[in-house]
C-alpha cells in the first residue's frame, strides 16, 4: 500500500530510510510498524526465508531503538504497533479463531510467531504493545484486489480455489484507521 500517504496524516511521519529510524523513534509517541517482503509471490526456499527475516531484522531493530529510547522518563513512545497477520492461526475449514487460539503449524504461522516474538520483546512495562493480526486488505491501490481486477476486466477472473472456503477480509479504510488511530 501507498504507506507514504500516511504522512499527510498531522502528526504522522513515514521513516522509511533505516538511517531515520532511530531519530524519528526517539521523538516519536508512538510507533507503527508494517515493514516485511511481499508473500504475495512464488515460495522458493530463499523466499521464504527472506519472507521470515525481512519482518523479523526490522521488528528487531526497531524494538531496540524503542528500548534504548528511554520511555520510563517520558521520552520516546508510549506504544508501538507493530503488524503479523492471521496467518498466526493457520488454517480450517471448520474451526473459529480467536485472539485466544493457539498458533498453527505451517509456514505462515511459524512467520508470524517469530515475528510476534521479536515485537513481544520490547519492554512492555513502558510502552504498550498492540499486535494487529491483519487479513488480507481489500483496496484498490494494492494488495490482492489490485492483482485481482485486471484478470476481471479482461474476463479472465473465477473464485479462489473452490470457491467454498471461507477467507478473512478487510477493508483498507477500516484496516488504516485503525492503526492511525491505536493510542
Ligand atoms: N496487505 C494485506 O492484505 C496484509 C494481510 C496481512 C498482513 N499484512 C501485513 O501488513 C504489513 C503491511 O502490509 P502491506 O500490504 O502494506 O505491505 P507492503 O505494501 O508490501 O509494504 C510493506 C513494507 O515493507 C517494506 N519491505 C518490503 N520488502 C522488505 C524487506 N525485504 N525488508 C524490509 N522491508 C521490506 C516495504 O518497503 P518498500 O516500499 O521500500 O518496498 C514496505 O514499506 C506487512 O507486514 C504484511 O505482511 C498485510
Given at each position: 500500500w501507498k504507506w507514504n500517504e500516511a504522512s499527510r496524516y498531522p502528526g504522522v511521519t513515514v521513516?522509511?530510510?533505516?538511517?531515520d529510524w532511530e531519530r524519528c523513534i526517539r521523538d516519536s509517541t508512538g510507533v507503527v510498524n508494517l515493514a516485511g517482503m511481499p508473500i504475495s509471490t512464488r515460495w522458493s526456499p530463499e523466499i521464504k526465508r527472506e519472507i521470515l527475516q525481512s519482518r523479523v531484522n526490522v521488528t528487531s531493530k526497531v524494538v531496540d531503538h524503542i528500548n534504548s529510547?528511554?520511555?520510563?522518563?517520558?521520552?520516546?513512545?508510549s506504544v508501538f504497533v507493530s503488524a503479523t497477520a492471521v496467518g498466526y492461526y493457520g488454517t480450517s475449514e471448520t474451526d473459529s479463531f480467536d485472539e485466544s487460539s493457539p498458533s498453527g503449524n505451517d509456514y505462515l504461522a511459524h512467520v508470524c510467531r517469530e515475528w510476534e516474538g521479536r515485537a513481544r520483546q520490547v519492554k512492555q512495562e513502558h510502552v504498550r504493545l498492540v499486535l494487529i493480526r491483519i487479513g488480507v486488505v481489500l483496496g484498490k491501490d494494492g494488495g490482492a484486489l489490485a492483482k485481482m481486477i485486471p484478470l476481471f476486466m479482461m474476463f479472465a477472473g473465477g473464485p479462489l480455489g473452490t470457491g467454498r472456503q471461507w477467507s478473512t477480509l478487510l477493508l483498507l479504510l477500516l484496516s488504516s484507521s485503525s492503526l492511525l488511530g491505536s493510542r
Open positions: 521513516a522509511d530510510k533505516e538511517g529510547s528511554d520511555s520510563s522518563n517520558g521520552n520516546g513512545p
